[in-house]
């Protein structure tokens, strides 16, 4: 009898009209709206510019069945709204059977709901509350063609939208986000920018459940989903922060992958803006050396940061020693995988963020290898991006050892570029040696050597370059 009394009475809301605006009108006081309902609609609820006299505890909104249980299963109530920091902001809901933000599977039944504001649980100090109410469907804007600008028009308050796209079982997609336009403004967002939330963009499959995790994505931000389950029909869904409106640019994109062939062709790469790459090779062997060439770097637009690149295991851990960040090394680069354990490795491409298109070489190569004989010259060639060299020789413990280095050349510009020389003891890996070469200084003493067996000398170009030169060993 209690809630009869203070309940006022039902107002129909109906999807895609026009907002409701409600104020109670003494303390206690209760509001229901109606709206009717088809199964497996799609439905966002809005509380815009929610007052309170007298208090700032939350608001519930409860959206029940016909049978009067809620709308989401198990739950006590629907969602909450705190007061509003300005008219223009609001608090929203996705309308769903299941309480799991990853299940967006719409309404369960086609019938008349019941939405009921209630006044906030020993709250006797709020006397009154107001705000309008928006019912919205979700905007289907329409199917997305890789690599292809979508448009999201304005959404209405607490709307939001979805795209569709052709999924192949196995590949995996993303997307990239520009041109957010989002009103209000959040306060947490990045400095000068509009956002949409960290409950922003998910994929859901034809069944209405999450494919992905729900991702914030904002103007310099692209989002990468696993592996598509199965070919289908997927959904990008929308959710504006807070039931924000606003407008943005989205594009779908598909990972570019593929097996890279150690001392084959490089493999040239033309990523769109945001676009990740991933090309593999393998180690049959522990122990075995493989360098990885970064060259022919153009970025859109000139001078900005184009990717990060890393060199990873099947388990996804970053291989150690290899520096993943090609942005501050210009336009050419290499990175090291020495002593690889057997494995399958992957070179990982991803953009720093998605407002730069880029383009690049790979090249994956083992080492050129060979013996020094003392006092005779060794002509080294190595003629890959990328590429190193090893060359061994045999020593005596307390002897002394002299590297000349001549004729240094490097390619193919600069042509007078220094390169790292570095010498490993016998049975191990780390160097115990490490110097600077270039084309004006070239001798280097290993004094005293410190033990008796095979050396190796490593002959690096730290940004990838090819290069040429005389060795000789001598003792001295």
Same mark, same amino acid.
């Given at each position: 009898?209690?809630?009869?009394?203070?309940?006022?009475?039902?107002?129909?809301?109906?999807?895609?009209?026009?907002?409701?605006?409600?104020?109670?009108?003494?303390?206690?006081?209760?509001?229901?709206?109606?709206?009717?309902?088809?199964?497996?609609?799609?439905?966002?609820?809005?509380?815009?510019?929610?007052?309170?006299?007298?208090?700032?505890?939350?608001?519930?909104?409860?959206?029940?069945?016909?049978?009067?249980?809620?709308?989401?299963?198990?739950?006590?109530?629907?969602?909450?709204?705190?007061?509003?920091?300005?008219?223009?902001?609001?608090?929203?809901?996705?309308?769903?059977?299941?309480?799991?933000?990853?299940?967006?599977?719409?309404?369960?039944?086609?019938?008349?709901?019941?939405?009921?504001?209630?006044?906030?649980?020993?709250?006797?100090?709020?006397?009154?509350?107001?705000?309008?109410?928006?019912?919205?469907?979700?905007?289907?804007?329409?199917?997305?063609?890789?690599?292809?600008?979508?448009?999201?028009?304005?959404?209405?308050?607490?709307?939001?939208?979805?795209?569709?796209?052709?999924?192949?079982? &196995? @590949?995996?997609? /993303?997307?990239? !986000? %520009? #041109? +957010?336009?989002? $009103? *209000?403004?959040?306060?947490?967002?990045?400095?000068?920018?509009?956002?949409?939330?960290?409950?922003?963009?998910?994929?859901?499959?034809?069944?209405?459940?999450?494919?992905?995790?729900?991702?914030?994505?904002?103007?310099?931000?692209?989002?990468?989903?696993?592996?598509?389950?199965?070919?289908?029909?997927?959904?990008?869904?929308?959710?504006?922060?807070?039931?924000?409106?606003?407008?943005?640019?989205?594009?779908?994109?598909?990972?570019?992958?593929?097996?890279?062939?150690?001392?084959?062709?490089?493999?040239?790469?033309?990523?769109?803006?945001?676009?990740?790459?991933?090309?593999?090779?393998?180690?049959?062997?522990? &122990? @075995?050396?493989? /360098?990885?060439? !970064? %060259? #022919? +770097?153009?970025? $859109? *637009?000139?001078?900005?940061?184009?990717?990060?690149?890393?060199?990873?295991?099947?388990?996804?851990?970053?291989?150690?020693?290899?520096?993943?960040?090609?942005?501050?090394?210009?336009?050419?680069?290499?990175?090291?995988?020495?002593?690889?354990?057997?494995?399958?490795?992957?070179?990982?491409?991803?953009?720093?963020?998605?407002?730069?298109?880029?383009?690049?070489?790979?090249?994956?190569?083992?080492?050129?290898?060979?013996?020094?004989?003392?006092?005779?010259?060794?002509?080294?060639?190595?003629?890959?991006?990328?590429?190193?060299?090893?060359?061994?020789?045999?020593?005596?413990?307390?002897?002394?050892?002299?590297?000349?280095?001549?004729?240094?050349?490097?390619?193919?510009?600069?042509?007078?570029?220094?390169?790292?020389?570095?010498?490993?003891?016998?049975?191990?890996?780390?160097?115990?040696?490490?110097?600077?070469?270039?084309?004006?200084?070239?001798?280097?003493?290993?004094?005293?050597?410190?033990?008796?067996?095979?050396?190796?000398?490593?002959?690096?170009?730290?940004?990838?370059?090819?290069?040429?030169?005389?060795?000789?060993?001598?003792?001295?």
């Amino acid at each position: 009898m209690a809630l009869t009394a203070n309940l006022r009475s039902a107002l129909e809301l109906v999807p895609d009209g026009a907002e409701r605006v409600f104020a109670t009108t003494f303390q206690g006081q209760a509001i229901r709206y109606y709206f009717t309902g088809v199964a497996g609609q799609h439905l966002g609820l809005a509380l815009q510019g929610h007052t309170q006299t007298g208090g700032s505890h939350t608001t519930g909104i409860d959206i029940r069945r016909p049978d009067w249980n809620h709308l989401l299963d198990g739950a006590t109530s629907s969602f909450a709204c705190a007061p509003a920091p300005s008219a223009a902001h609001s608090c929203a809901a996705n309308l769903n059977r299941s309480s799991n933000t990853a299940t967006h599977s719409g309404l369960p039944l086609t019938a008349t709901y019941s939405v009921l504001i209630k006044a906030p649980v020993n709250s006797s100090s709020i006397t009154s509350m107001g705000g309008k109410l928006w019912l919205s469907n979700d905007l289907v804007v329409g199917t997305m063609a890789l690599d292809t600008d979508v448009n999201i028009p304005p959404l209405r308050v607490g709307q939001n939208a979805r795209l569709l796209f052709s999924g192949t079982g &196995g @590949q995996r997609y /993303g997307l990239s !986000i %520009s #041109n +957010v336009s989002l $009103t *209000p403004v959040e306060p947490n967002g990045p400095a000068g920018t509009s956002i949409w939330s960290s409950a922003g963009v998910m994929v859901t499959v034809p069944n209405g459940g999450g494919l992905s995790g729900a991702t914030e994505l904002n103007n310099v931000r692209s989002y990468e989903w696993p592996p598509m389950p199965a070919t289908d029909l997927y959904t990008v869904l929308v959710d504006p922060l807070n039931g924000s409106s606003g407008t943005a640019q989205m594009r779908l994109w598909q990972t570019l992958s593929g097996v890279i062939s150690v001392d084959g062709p490089s493999v040239p790469l033309t990523l769109i803006k945001g676009q990740v790459a991933r090309y593999s090779f393998a180690v049959s062997n522990a &122990g @075995q050396n493989r /360098g990885i060439g !970064i %060259s #022919n +770097v153009a970025v $859109t *637009p000139a001078g900005a940061t184009p990717a990060t690149i890393s060199l990873l295991r099947s388990n996804g851990t970053s291989v150690t020693g290899v520096g993943p960040n090609l942005g501050l090394l210009g336009t050419a680069y290499m990175l090291n995988g020495s002593n690889l354990p057997a494995d399958t490795y992957t070179l990982e491409v991803v953009p720093q963020n998605n407002s730069t298109s880029s383009s690049l070489d790979l090249t994956v190569s083992t080492d050129v290898v060979g013996e020094l004989v003392l006092n005779t010259a060794y002509p080294l060639s190595v003629n890959r991006r990328g590429q190193d060299a090893r060359l061994t020789f045999s020593g005596t413990a307390g002897q002394n050892r002299r590297l000349t280095v001549t004729g240094l050349t490097t390619g193919p510009s600069p042509t007078n570029a220094a390169i790292d020389v570095k010498v490993t003891q016998p049975n191990e890996t780390t160097q115990s040696y490490s110097a600077s070469v270039n084309p004006s200084s070239g001798i280097l003493n290993f004094a005293n050597l410190p033990a008796t067996g095979t050396y190796t000398i490593w002959f690096d170009q730290p940004t990838g370059l090819t290069f040429n030169l005389s060795a000789t060993l001598t003792q001295y």
